[in-house]
């Protein structure tokens, strides 16, 4: 057995990842990473539709990857407003539409601006950043489904072309669509 600090030879540190899932070992790299690994979990096990639900219900993304982007200070408000919440459910049901921050505004009995206001200080985003965070959220989980199809998945989700589903994909989650759906489409679990 090797002495107190002595490399454990069989051991790889991976320090830009937020979890490892090694088979029977699984590790996460702190403690909001113990909740990237527990969805990893719940996806692998009960699959990606189930995971996404318990990763809504806990107010945390499905999905994110490792390094620098995952220590950006974003103040978390306090106590959320849920004021939003009709003008985003709302929303969430036309991803597929073409929808603009004026839409949004109008059914918020808004103005843009006001808007624009509203969502920095309840979701501490922008109201297009947020809609396309959404559009790439149903992407994700049109893949997960085994939707194999990009222009199709491009449509319902509203990005529109494979070209931009391709960008924002990347974007999001640091995986090109194949990527992604070799790491969690449903198709791909034995």
């Not at 990842?17 to 909740?35: I, K, N, P, Q």
């Not at 990763?55 to 950006?72: C, E, I, N, T, Y």
Request: net charge positive; with cysteine.
């Amino acid at each position: 057995m090797p002495g107190r600090g002595a490399p454990v030879p069989s051991v790889r540190l991976e320090p830009d990842v937020l979890f490892v899932d090694d088979g029977d070992v699984l590790t996460a790299a702190g403690s909001a990473a113990a909740l990237d690994l527990g969805l990893h979990l719940v996806r692998r096990d009960r699959g990606a539709e189930i995971a996404n639900a318990v990763s809504r219900r806990l107010v945390f993304a499905g999905h994110r990857d490792g390094g620098q982007r995952q220590f950006v200070e974003r103040p978390v408000p306090a106590i959320p407003d849920t004021s939003l919440a009709p003008v985003l459910a709302w929303a969430q049901e036309r991803l597929d539409q073409p929808l603009t921050v004026a839409d949004l505004a109008a059914r918020a009995a808004t103005s843009a601006a006001t808007l624009h206001r509203r969502f920095q200080a309840e979701l501490g985003t922008t109201p297009l950043a947020w809609l396309n965070a959404e559009r790439v959220a149903l992407a994700c989980r049109l893949i997960e489904r085994g939707e194999l199809r990009l222009e199709a998945v491009a449509r319902a989700s509203g990005l529109g072309t494979p070209a931009n589903l391709r960008t924002r994909v990347r974007r999001q989650t640091g995986l090109s669509p194949s990527a992604y759906r070799a790491r969690f489409a449903a198709s791909s679990k034995v």
